[in-house]
């Protein structure tokens, strides 16, 4: 248990849905991030959040919405998606956003169907 | 920007033996982290290290910052240590303070019983 909480855990999805990932951290920090983790390659930083303020926003298709609306909640926002938005998504809390400690969650397993 | 490779990309030992997995990067960090993923995705915190040797029971880690590598150590191998290891390196600075945690590729340690 590292502090930071990620629902659902598992999420099939058809493209025309919309749905919500959800995260949560209760280490009292700042910073909140998601990141994307496909098959065979490395982690991909999406979206960070710097006390409630979208600070990284790393070319991501705007299929993908991000949303902060306190320092210890992250949602993003998933619709229309395509079957190469499988993935696990992880999202990951730190101290604030420089050079601290990333703690991350159990991560969301999404199958787009 | 700052580029992270591991090596080597797959690792099988017996229990009992010792292991060492690398970690190159291409410019200079200021900071590094290794984390072991577990099969079910979670990313566990193993050592949060800029410079210099850290142990944690039979894990330790060594970062030499002006040579631009970590190492991470194992001994005395478990099973339960099988899993994909991850180093990842804070990049530049960003100017409202948040900057990118570049992932390696990892690299996959099998334990044999």
């Known amino acids: 248990e590292t502090g930071v909480t990620q629902t659902p855990r598992h999420l099939v999805m058809g493209m025309t849905n919309k749905k919500s990932l959800k995260c949560e951290q209760h280490l009292g920090h700042n910073a909140m991030y998601w990141y994307k983790q496909s098959a065979k390659k490395p982690l991909e930083l999406m979206f960070v959040y710097n006390f409630k303020e979208q600070t990284e926003n790393n070319s991501v298709p705007s299929r993908f919405s991000p949303e902060c609306p306190n320092s210890s909640h992250l949602f993003l926002h998933l619709h229309t998606l395509q079957p190469e938005d499988s993935a696990l998504y992880l999202c990951a809390s730190s101290l604030r956003g420089g050079f601290y400690e990333q703690y991350f969650g159990p991560g969301t397993r999404l199958t787009v169907t | 920007g700052i580029q992270v490779e591991q090596s080597p990309p797959d690792l099988i030992l017996q229990e009992g033996a010792n292991s060492t997995l690398r970690c190159n990067f291409s410019d200079s960090v200021n900071n590094l982290q290794w984390f072991h993923q577990n099969p079910w995705g979670q990313l566990i915190n193993l050592f949060y290290i800029p410079s210099g040797t850290k142990q944690n029971g039979r894990l330790s880690a060594t970062t030499v910052a002006t040579e631009r590598y970590s190492l991470l150590y194992i001994s005395s191998s478990q099973t339960t240590d099988s899993g994909v290891y991850f180093c990842?390196?804070?990049?530049?600075?960003?100017?409202?303070?948040?900057?990118?945690?570049?992932f390696g590729q990892g690299t996959r340690l099998t334990i044999n019983p």
């Open positions: 990842a390196a804070h990049g530049e600075i960003k100017i409202q303070g948040a900057q990118k945690l570049v």
